[in-house]
C-alpha cells in the first residue's frame, strides 16, 4: 500500500538515484538546479531553504519497499486555495506500474481534504508524454494560455504544458 508523508533528508540519495541522465533530470527539475548531476546534499540544501515556510511541502511516496516516489506541493496565492505540484518523480524502476497515478491520488487528497485547496496546478514539458499521460489519468486538464511557456534546456526550446484540477466538491 502506497503512503505519503513528509520528505526527510535520509529520502534524497534515493531521489536522485533516479534521474538516468540530464534530459530527464531537466524534465523533473526544469531550471531550478543549475548542474546536472546533483547530490542529496544539493537538494536537502534546496530543501532546508523552505524549511520553515509554511507555504511549500515536499513529500515522499513509500511502500513496503521503501521509498517510491516524490513530489512538492507549494501554494501559489497568499489565501492558500491554489496549490501547484512540482518535482514529481518515481523510482525508475516502477515507472508504469501505476505508482505514478497513486501518489498524485494520495496528494490530491491531501489538498483538498487536509490544506483544503480550491485548485492544484502543474507545467509539464511537451516532450515528457509519460508524465502528461500520467497527470491526465487522474483528471488534470490542460489550461489555455496566452502564451506557451518556453525554456531552454540543453540548446533546445522545451515548450511547457500547463495543467490544474479543481476540487471536486
Given amino acids: 500500500m502506497l503512503r505519503l508523508r513528509p520528505y526527510k533528508?535520509?529520502?534524497?540519495?534515493?531521489?536522485?538515484?533516479?534521474?538516468?541522465d540530464e534530459v530527464a533530470f531537466r524534465k523533473w527539475c526544469a531550471d531550478r538546479y543549475e548542474s546536472y548531476p546533483i547530490s542529496a546534499d544539493d537538494m536537502n540544501r534546496q530543501y532546508a531553504e523552505t524549511a520553515d515556510a509554511d507555504d511549500f511541502y515536499a513529500m515522499t511516496a513509500f511502500d513496503e519497499s521503501g521509498v517510491v516516489g516524490h513530489l512538492i506541493m507549494r501554494f501559489t496565492d497568499k489565501d492558500k486555495k491554489a496549490l501547484r505540484f512540482g518535482f514529481v518523480i518515481v523510482?525508475?524502476?516502477?515507472?508504469?506500474?501505476?505508482?505514478?497515478?497513486?501518489?498524485?491520488?494520495?496528494?490530491?487528497?491531501?489538498?483538498?481534504?487536509?490544506?483544503?485547496?480550491?485548485?492544484?496546478?502543474?507545467?509539464?514539458?511537451?516532450?515528457?508524454?509519460p508524465a502528461y499521460c500520467c497527470y491526465k489519468a487522474v483528471g488534470f486538464q490542460d489550461v489555455a494560455l496566452e502564451k506557451t511557456e518556453i525554456y531552454h534546456v540543453m540548446g533546445e526550446d522545451w515548450s511547457c504544458k500547463e495543467l490544474e484540477i479543481t476540487n471536486p466538491v
Fill in 9 to 20: 533528508n535520509c529520502d534524497a540519495k534515493y531521489i536522485v538515484s533516479w534521474i538516468q
Fill in 91 to 129: 523510482d525508475d524502476t516502477k515507472r508504469g506500474k501505476g505508482y505514478g497515478k497513486e501518489m498524485l491520488t494520495l496528494a490530491l487528497k491531501y489538498a483538498f481534504e487536509i490544506l483544503k485547496v480550491e485548485k492544484v496546478s502543474l507545467g509539464v514539458f511537451e516532450n515528457n508524454e
